[in-house]
């Protein structure tokens, strides 16, 4: 049995470019870029960043453009694969690996926006207007009795 499947989930790092083959199928291609945080053997905390080029085709490219930007969250599911071509300038051969995507989704709508203008704004306090866009669980006061549980 083989499998090839790619789940990955990142920022996006420049805007998405939209392109038409010759037979008219539209084609997106962005490049995301995810993160790892780690300690070392000395405890000492490590980050290091992948960054992936992705290609989506059809109506999902379309949406792909229209919807996001440099910065954006995003979900992709797809296949990896590898092309290769000649390089018509020096003649030799180039190679590219890439995401061919099945699935896109997007990701929380104000992840484009933090990313984009930095750190300052997460740091700043929240004001009324903030906490209306983010969707919130209010929890009831009161303390629950486990007796009141039916099960």
Request: charged share 30%.
């Amino acid at each position: 049995m083989y499998l090839n499947k790619a789940i990955i989930i990142g920022n996006l790092t420049r805007d998405p470019e939209l392109r038409s083959l010759p037979s008219g199928v539209k084609v997106c291609s962005f490049s995301l870029a995810t993160n790892r945080v780690w300690k070392d053997k000395n405890g000492v905390r490590q980050e290091s960043a992948d960054y992936h080029n992705v290609v989506v085709f059809g109506r999902q490219a379309e949406t792909v453009a229209q919807y996001m930007k440099k910065g954006s969250s995003m979900l992709v599911e797809g296949r990896i694969q590898t092309r290769s071509w000649e390089d018509k300038t020096s003649g030799e051969k180039k190679y590219r690996t890439e995401i061919v995507a099945d699935r896109t989704q997007f990701g929380p709508k104000g992840s484009g926006g933090n990313a984009s203008t930095g750190t300052s704004n997460t740091s700043s306090p929240k004001t009324s207007s903030d906490s209306e866009e983010i969707d919130t669980i209010e929890y009831p006061e009161e303390d629950i009795n486990p007796e009141d549980i039916p099960f």
